[in-house]
């Protein structure tokens, strides 16, 4: 008896309290998505750490030694301040913010034509729209191969060019310097603004229509309900197409290396394609490292700051 009662006092005061159903979920979630966090570990830190680590010695493959060991090479910020020095780099990313003025604004505004165009019913409709879609579909260095050949100098373009003016043209438009830049820039926006109209139309189709009614019943014209109405509510929608192509031109590499291969010399010789002979021409992967790492942070604070703008706004 005696001992019941010492086990019944010896009791503690505050029991533990059982979890909360918020709790409970959020143990499980950290379960369920515990194998993902660690693949994105190793699949985007752990890179980037060797990056940074290969960033910061003078190491390549050349060495004969494991990057492990890449710390027999260390010379600090010296690949960043050749970076700094290296005038070919900055030719490179001066034709890239070429192709990015000319082609995401070129894209954007046919995207957005034909979007307004595709929000009504119309006769063939579907037929259009998946003959609209179709370049996006097509591979990059497909459609490389397309345009070097409808580029040559006995090529369709010069053809077409040829019936219309009633001259024999024949233009080399791949081996000018002036104007291979300008038939790389062509191809991009043909496959690439499918992309920005599928977008456009997507945030298009979501105005209220109620809102569209009631400005048409208070006497306002087409423009005047696309200004003031569309184009603010898709105003989001416009900032997350032009970041998406404004990075993505940084990246391109695929269709301009099949058309000119960076030629001809480096007239057509963007970020991605510079990057791509020196790692595997030169093989200085040190140096490779520190120029990633370079626009990588200065695309992400790029995007930090339109994000950070866009959360002000909205």
């Not at 030694?65 to 005038?87: E, H, K, P, R």
């Not at 996006?136 to 260095?141: A, E, R």
């Amino acid at each position: 008896m005696s001992a019941m009662t010492a086990a019944t006092t010896t009791r503690p005061d505050n029991p533990p309290k059982p979890a909360t159903l918020a709790e409970e979920g959020r143990r499980l979630g950290l379960r369920m998505t515990l194998p993902t966090q660690i693949l994105i570990l190793f699949i985007a830190v752990f890179p980037l750490l060797m990056q940074i680590y290969i960033s910061l010695t003078d190491w390549s493959p050349l060495d004969g030694v494991s990057w492990v060991q890449a710390y027999d090479s260390w010379n600090g910020f010296a690949n960043f301040v050749d970076l700094i020095q290296d005038t070919r780099l900055w030719a490179a990313l001066k034709r890239t913010f070429l192709v990015m003025i000319v082609c995401v604004p070129a894209q954007f505004f046919l995207a957005l034509g034909l979007a307004v165009l595709f929000i009504d019913n119309f006769i063939g409709k579907r037929l259009f729209y998946s003959i609209l879609l179709t370049p996006m579909m097509v591979v990059p260095s497909v459609a490389g191969y397309m345009f070097f050949m409808l580029f040559q100098s006995g090529g369709p373009i010069n053809g077409l060019i040829s019936g219309l003016t009633g001259f024999d043209v024949s233009i080399a438009w791949l081996s000018d310097p002036n104007l291979a830049l300008i038939a790389v820039m062509i191809a991009d926006v043909w496959q690439w603004t499918p992309l920005m109209f599928l977008i456009l139309l997507a945030g298009l189709i979501g105005v209220p229509e109620d809102q569209l009614r009631a400005a048409t019943l208070l006497g306002a014209s087409w423009w005047q309900r696309f200004v003031t109405i569309m184009l603010p509510r898709i105003k989001i929608v416009i900032v997350i197409a032009l970041a998406i192509r404004v990075v993505e031109i940084f990246k391109i590499f695929d269709t301009l290396y099949v058309m000119t291969g960076g030629g001809p010399g480096v007239a057509t010789e963007t970020i991605s394609v510079y990057i791509y002979k020196i790692t595997t021409q030169d093989l200085t992967w040190a140096y490779v490292a520190a120029i990633a790492l370079f626009i990588l942070i200065t695309l992400s604070i790029v995007a930090n700051m339109g994000l950070r703008r866009i959360a002000r706004r909205s």
